[in-house]
């Protein structure tokens, strides 16, 4: 009976070798396939290897046969050549974690390892080893993987949510918005931007679509029955602008077309921050563009940043609430 139920697991057993022990540079011959089986308590014979090797194929496994140069036709062993992930794939998505400040260290090194472990025995190290984790400005909040789990429910169920928002003050301890109060939020999208994941949705509470950062909700919790408000805004909300990452920060905000005249030496800084399909319009040493962003002092202290060379055109009230910041940061403080 022991024998019969090792003989069923051969096929698992032998399909798990040579994902984890071969690829086109390492590859079993038929003996060493045996010889392991043998380990696991599972005898084989070569022609039932064979047989075993014919059905993974069926099945749909790229296992393919080394031949001998020197001997034609002579085969020295078989290896696994299509996977789902090929390494330089595999190696892309653990950068893509590695670099993300939205991803907590622990969580980082749980998700490499998962990826790691997708890889051949023979590549898991070279991937290790491409990849470091930096502890520089990466969130702390273990409780984002919940609250992103939840937020998928609600919006798959057109329920509301409810969660309280907080910021960081000069003590480096939190301060809750709106003196601890929950928000009661839709949930409409989330959406990665410049390393962090944020909530678009709509605030029952100040009647428009606004963003969160997602690492800076807690309790986030489902309120069940409450069915979902703000589709007509959310419809008119330009999502695509917001992907790009040209919202400065996702702040809310009502989203203005805002005409900039740039220093020719910024092209590729332009192009880079806004798109490829950004209209330029030249105008000798300048060039114009027209970008939708949300204003505010981060999108006003990246123009700044640019000492000069950057000017907000219009519209008129963006270009005074742009003079109006810049003037009060220059004021003397006591």
Same mark, same amino acid.
């Given at each position: ?12 057993? %032998?399909?798990?070798?040579? %994902?984890?022990?071969? $690829? &086109? ?10 010889? &392991? ?12 290897? +064979? ?21 034609? *036709? ?8 299509? !996977? $789902? ?13 590695? &670099? ?29 080893? #491409? ?13 984002? +993987? ?9 919006? #798959? ?22 003196? *601890? ?20 949705? +709509?605030?029952?509470?100040? @009647? ?16 069940? *029955?409450?069915? !979902? ?7 008119? =909300? ?18 203005? /077309? ?13 192009? $880079? ?5 950004? /209209? ?7 060039? !114009? ?16 940043? =640019? @000492?000069?060379?950057? !000017? ?23």
């Amino acid at each position: 009976m022991a024998r019969s139920a090792n003989q069923k697991k051969k096929l698992i057993i %032998l399909r798990s070798l040579l %994902l984890e022990r071969t $690829d &086109a540079e390492h590859t079993l011959t038929v003996k060493q396939m045996i010889s &392991a089986l043998a380990s696991y308590g599972i005898s084989a014979e070569r022609k039932s290897i +064979y047989d075993d090797i014919a059905v993974l194929r069926e099945l749909g496994m790229d296992v393919r046969t080394r031949l001998d140069g020197s001997v034609r *036709g002579r085969c020295v062993g078989y290896y696994v050549a299509g !996977r $789902d992930f090929e390494l330089p794939e595999l190696k892309l998505l653990a950068d893509a974690v590695s &670099a993300s400040k939205f991803i907590t260290e622990k969580k980082s090194r749980e998700l490499i390892e998962k990826l790691a472990s997708l890889a051949g025995a023979n590549d898991r190290q070279s991937l290790n080893r #491409a990849v470091s984790i930096s502890r520089r400005s990466r969130n702390r909040n273990e409780e984002i +993987y919940k609250s992103i789990d939840v937020i998928f429910d609600s919006v #798959a169920e057109d329920e509301d949510i409810s969660f309280r928002y907080f910021g960081w003050n000069a003590a480096k301890q939190k301060e809750y918005h709106r003196g *601890g109060d929950y928000y009661s939020v839709s949930p409409w999208s989330l959406v990665w931007d410049d390393s962090n994941y944020y909530l678009v949705g +709509y605030d029952r509470d100040s @009647g428009g679509i606004r963003h969160y950062r997602v690492d800076k909700m807690e309790n986030v919790t489902r309120k069940r *029955g409450e069915k !979902r408000a703000g589709s007509d805004e959310f419809n008119r =909300f330009d999502i695509g602008t917001a992907c790009e990452g040209s919202m400065f920060g996702m702040f809310g905000g009502k989203t203005e /077309t805002v005409t900039l005249r740039c220093d020719k030496s910024l092209a590729n800084v332009m192009v $880079d921050r806004f798109g490829r399909n950004i /209209t330029v319009l030249n105008d000798g040493d300048t060039f !114009r563009i027209h970008v939708k962003i949300v204003p505010g002092e981060t999108f006003y202290g990246w123009v700044a940043g =640019f @000492g000069g060379r950057v !000017r907000i055109v219009s519209p008129q009230p963006v270009a005074d609430e742009y003079r109006r910041v810049i003037g009060s940061a220059l004021e003397p403080r006591n």
